[in-house]
């Protein structure tokens, strides 16, 4: 899990420092786990002026003026899922504020955490299998909708 917010980090997301890994402890939760934050609500909306005036320029736009990326939530939890094998989740959760045309502008910066994230473990020896989740089902586990929503309070 460490590494997985390292490699967040080196892509520009931000820790949150809202005890989530605490609570789920207190919880006798299975997993562990943290939020990690990126985008900005107000500079992600363009608005209908501010796409009309820059997207026929010339040139690119200054980086003051250039939209930034939609908040988006990253939570990375971690469990032991038998002897000698772990489980990483690193599932992301765009939010409904900011700019929807680019709701989805921090893919690429997920995609090359992960690719850090497997290139580290695989340094280490570690096997991997990567499986793609479209989405998980609210049972509790720390990355799905309902904790998400409701502990971390994202929207």
């Not at 997985?4 to 809202?18: P, V």
């Not at 690719?115 to 989405?135: K, P």
Request: glycine residues 10%.
């Amino acid at each position: 899990m460490r590494i997985g917010s390292e490699f967040l980090q080196e892509a520009g997301f931000e820790q949150r420092e809202d005890g989530f890994e605490a609570r789920l402890r207190a919880q006798d939760s299975e997993w562990t786990a943290t939020a990690l934050e990126i985008g900005d609500e107000t500079r992600s909306r363009r608005g209908f002026w501010r796409g009309l005036l820059t997207d026929e320029l010339p040139f690119p736009l200054p980086r003051a003026l250039q939209p930034s990326i939609p908040p988006t939530l990253v939570v990375v939890a971690a469990r032991h899922a038998a002897k000698g094998v772990g489980e990483l989740v690193v599932f992301p959760h765009v939010s409904r504020r900011g700019d929807a045309e680019y709701a989805r502008a921090a893919g690429p910066r997920i995609r090359a955490a992960l690719e850090g994230i497997t290139a580290a473990a695989g340094a280490e020896g570690a096997m991997l299998s990567h499986e793609s989740l479209g989405g998980v089902p609210d049972d509790g586990a720390p990355f799905s909708q309902e904790v998400v929503r409701e502990v971390l309070g994202w929207h």
